[in-house]
């Protein structure tokens, strides 16, 4: 959308992994070099965990397009919580093999057979398995029998695992020794520090054409990456909310300013299922408590009101105090639906400048 304005060729911060993007901070290099020696290696378990959005899928992707694909077979697995049994039957769904209704001792033939004859014709398999953290103990070591077969005293299948930083944790219980034992290297991708947030954006940029627009304010850098804690996918998201704004008010230069107003639009945009939730509950009026006359002195854990021992005055205090309460939660919401209609007539005011020069430059022409 705003790609011209800027005179890019692509969008910089799309959120979709792209490895024609890649950024190679310091954790992102020691990572592939992991995975580089996991490969050369043909053995055992490469584990690489990290932060959503910290970049571990784009890593991956470069990994494969720069392997030769005619003499590797690879497998992709994405997990979700499912017992021992299936993920071996998503393995094999992963490298096409079928085996749909296969008791366990004919399934794990099947795979045999499969990574020998891949072998034989001079190929290896390779494991990816995506989101490793929803793996059960009993997938797990599943998956450390299958690192087990060997031809000629040749692993047959080598297994990348993917994940979360809790899957650290999970390594780390007592059951899973046999499996650490089988681990040749583990590595974890932390967030970007404040340099390498502005080098990040700043090479995004140059990827997608930039020839020196748009420019950024100094002190922009730093708040960028308190606000997104140095995490490439939500430094792509706050970016690309930047440029768009920038495209909008017709600037390529993008403040510190700017910076803020896009953090707290996105900070509204929030809380708008929380008023949508309170709108609906207020037209639901079915789903409030029954006010039958004592249906909520019988109902669980009711208050008994003739036991209470209080004065008219105090009565009287209650009740201005519960008015008041009333009165500050419909103020507020009444700020929250004010900004909101503040912030969608900024947003028009744009729209209409922005088409008020396209109608100016269709004159021109």
């Known amino acids: 959308m705003y790609e011209a304005f800027y005179g890019l060729s692509s969008k910089p911060f799309q959120l979709s992994p792209d490895p024609n993007f890649y950024y190679g901070s310091k954790q992102h290099r020691r990572a592939k070099a992991y995975l580089d020696y996991g490969v050369l290696r043909n053995d055992g378990f490469i584990v690489i965990t990290g932060e959503i959005g910290a970049g571990k899928t784009t890593l991956l992707r470069g990994l494969l397009d720069s392997l030769n694909r005619s003499n590797v077979v690879i497998g992709n697995v994405v997990t979700t919580q499912l017992d021992a049994e299936d993920t071996l039957r998503m393995v094999g769904a992963a490298f096409g093999v079928r085996v749909k209704d296969a008791p366990k001792s004919e399934l794990l033939m099947t795979l045999e057979a499969f990574f020998v004859n891949q072998v034989t014709q001079g190929k290896r398999c390779l494991l990816i398995v995506d989101e490793a953290q929803n793996l059960t103990a009993r997938a797990v070591e599943e998956l450390r029998m299958l690192s087990n077969f060997q031809f000629s005293n040749q692993s047959l299948l080598q297994t990348f695992l993917v994940g979360q ?20 290297a583990t590595c974890h991708i932390g967030p970007l520090d404040e340099d390498e947030t502005q080098r990040y954006m700043e090479h995004r940029l140059k990827c997608a054409g930039s020839t020196g627009k748009p420019t950024f304010d100094h002190d922009a850098f730093p708040a960028i990456h308190k606000a997104s804690n140095g995490i490439p996918r939500r430094i792509n998201r706050l970016c690309d909310r930047l440029l768009l704004l920038g495209f909008m008010q017709g600037r390529s230069h993008l403040t510190l300013a700017d910076v803020k107003e896009v953090l707290r639009d996105i900070a509204q945009e929030s809380e708008a299922p929380r008023n949508s939730d309170l709108g609906a509950l207020d037209s639901a009026p079915s789903k409030l408590p029954d006010s039958r006359p004592g249906a909520l002195d019988s109902a669980p854990g009711a208050l008994d009101v003739s036991r209470l021992k209080m004065s008219l005055a105090e009565v009287d205090g209650l009740s201005s105090e519960i008015a008041a309460l009333s009165a500050d939660h419909h103020t507020d919401r009444l700020q929250r639906l004010e900004r909101s209609m503040m912030r969608l007539e900024r947003i028009n005011l744009q729209t209409l400048a922005l088409l008020q020069k396209l109608v100016d430059a269709v004159k021109q022409h």
Request: net charge positive.
């Open 165 to 184: 930083p809790e899957f650290r944790s999970i390594l780390q219980k007592p059951e899973m020794e046999q499996f650490r034992q089988r681990v040749a």
